[in-house]
């Protein structure tokens, strides 16, 4: 005991102290978060997605180190202003999400997912930040917050933040709880049977006729019963954003078998595209590993699922498959020149 007492008069000394810097962190750490959590959901590949969920993953354990100093100060203030408890129960949101999101795994409770609530909170969130930030502004900086003594502390903060990341993980691995068993880009595993009808953002399921609709497949129309003789099956992992991810058997087409290999080879980008409008614009060279697909698991797709044709995109994240499709267009628009993310 009598060897830590300097070390907890020390803490109690620097809670004392909390202020400036402390909020000044919290800041940046919650520009960081947005930052991050921007990057995650646009990543439309696992790589990226993986380095995101880290980052997003260690910048939010910083925020739950600096507790008891933003406790400390919130404890101090002689009155509190309702944006300011707004904005503290947002966060807090956003944290206890994040952590069900990680430690509880994919379930939809009173019809949102742990991420919809996390998403949602943050999105608002951002407003009473600005509110919060602009009560408060300016943030003084000062020479001395770059002083080697306040690296040092900075390193330490970081080095404390890293050591309970890794703790966290690895408490997830031994307890096997759903973070143990995660994919790198955080999605949980759902069985085929389960995976959810998922929109994006404000997309809506059509109401298609299958014995009538036809896919323009760069001119030429084609119908289910068409792309079915010619389907065969496809194994792959859709991974969606909002926190799932399923391995399973589609029946589709290759896009490549279906389009004249000459056009395919001169074009820019293979452009996907809806009958809701929602569209994706790919790299001709892909066209191989894009299937248009009419089942799933041995049966026809239903509505939620994109009947009667969706893209299937193995290494794609779930938002590139898309649903419903009404045409398949060869165009000379560069694939890259193409929103990050849909936004309907
Ligand atoms: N037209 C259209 N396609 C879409 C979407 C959408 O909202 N509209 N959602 C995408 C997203 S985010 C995912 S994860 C997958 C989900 O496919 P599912 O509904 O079969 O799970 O479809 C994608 N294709
Ligand atoms: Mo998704």
Redesign the pocket.
Known sequence: MVATAPLTRRFRRSLRRAGRRTNLAILLLLAGELLTGGLLFAAGTPAPATAARIAHGLVGVGLVVLVPWKTAIIWRASRLQVASIVLLVLVLTCLVSGFVEVFGGYGVLLGLSPIQVHVGAALVLVFFLVVHAARHWPVSLRRSDLSRRRLLVTGTFTLGAGAVYGAAELTGRLTRSPAASRLSTGSHALAPAD???????F?RVPDLDPAVHRVDVSGRPLGRDDLEALGGPVRAR?D???GWYADATWTGVALSDLLDPDALAGARSVEVR?V?G?SRRFPPAEASRLWLATGLEGTRLDA???APV?LVAPGRR??W????VASVTLSDVPAAATPPFPLQ
């Open positions: 995976i959810p009808a998922t929109i994006w953002l997309d859709l969606c954003t909002s809806s809701t929602y939620g699922q994109g969706r779930g938002f498959w898309v649903k419903w």
